[in-house]
Nanobody, 122 residues
Framework: QAQLVESGGGLVQAGDSLTLSCTAS????????MAWFHQAPGKEREFVAA????????NYADSVKGRFTISRDNVKNMVYLQMGTLKPEDTAVYYC???????????????WGQGTQVTVSS
């Protein structure tokens, strides 16, 4: 099993940067791909970024390529999402997830955190 807790969300202005953190517990973390998804009000949960369990493979949504960076620290059991040049359309609840592969598909991920709110004002 894995338990995931996100932190680092908040209210920022357009153009600002923000880093989200996900603390993972449980033995499965080091063999799991990790990902970030977001969900805006009234919309479906959407893929943001994913990273393989050794960190050698990353995957990004087109909307965040060049602006966001996903990374992980397998010693500290942490996953990070560095978000740069934030836009109002990035406003959403951001979720950390653990799964088998660094896939874009929600169904690939078995464990989910409770989410952290990111609000970007224009």
């Amino acid at each position: 099993q894995a338990q995931l807790v996100e932190s680092g969300g908040g209210l920022v202005q357009a153009g600002d940067s923000l880093t989200l953190s996900c603390t993972a517990s449980g033995r499965t973390f080091r063999t799991s791909a990790m990902a970030w998804f977001h969900q805006a009000p009234g919309k479906e949960r959407e893929f943001v970024a994913a990273i393989s369990y050794m960190g050698g493979t990353t995957n990004y949504a087109d909307s965040v390529k060049g602006r966001f960076t996903i990374s992980r620290d397998n010693v500290k059991n942490m996953v990070y999402l560095q978000m740069g040049t934030l836009k109002p359309e990035d406003t959403a609840v951001y979720y950390c997830a653990a799964g088998r592969d660094p896939s874009r598909q929600v169904r690939n991920y078995v464990y989910w955190g409770q989410g952290t709110q990111v609000t970007v004002s224009s």
